[in-house]
């Protein structure tokens, strides 16, 4: 079965259970590595993101994995969707989430973000900045315009040049 097949039936097993724990599907990914293969799972309480005034932010812990795990683990041992051995790993997005949908740029908004694109503007490649808005193009995602403020001005990218964007970790 293909990766994507496999998110989308994980997406599906996991929808009611984790709208009924308070939980959401942060991002999911089947993927290879050397000659072992992951079933990757990343969750999150609802209402993830930068946090509303006066509201403290809560974060994932090891409990809310393993609750989550054994759920989808008993799941997936019913269906059996997947033909090779894989190992199951179900955690938090971490500190450094990657941005990777519409909701997920949107819900940080006003967050210190960095992205890196595939080909560089001016000849800057990385940017480190606030993400200060994200426009949704209505015929394809890809064309989604992010706009980064960065210490000497703002730079509007658009989705389909960037290889990686992530909240920064400031301390």
Not at 4 to 13: A, G, L, P, Q
Not at 127 to 138: H, I, K, Q, R, W
Request: glycine share 8%; aromatic share 12%; proline share 2%.
């Amino acid at each position: 079965m293909a990766g994507k097949k496999i998110t989308d039936m994980v997406e599906e097993i996991l929808s009611d259970f984790l709208k009924q724990e308070g939980y959401v599907l942060y991002s999911s990914e089947f993927i290879k590595e050397g000659r072992d293969w992951f079933l990757r799972v990343y969750i999150d309480f609802e209402g993830y993101g930068t946090p509303e005034e006066g509201r403290e932010q809560v974060y994932i812990g090891t409990e809310d994995c393993e609750k989550v795990s054994r759920f989808l683990s008993e799941k997936l041992d019913e269906a059996d969707p997947v033909e090779q051995n894989y190992y199951l790993e179900v955690s938090s997005p971490g500190m450094d989430r990657a941005l990777t949908r519409r909701e997920h740029f949107t819900s940080y908004i006003g967050s210190h973000v960095e992205i890196r694109l595939y080909r560089g503007i001016d000849g800057i490649k990385n940017f480190e900045g606030v993400l200060t808005s994200y426009l949704p193009d209505e015929k394809t995602e890809s064309e989604d315009e992010v706009t980064v403020k960065t210490e000497d001005r703002e730079w509007v990218l658009r989705r389909k040049d960037i290889a990686k964007a992530r909240l920064a970790v400031i301390f």
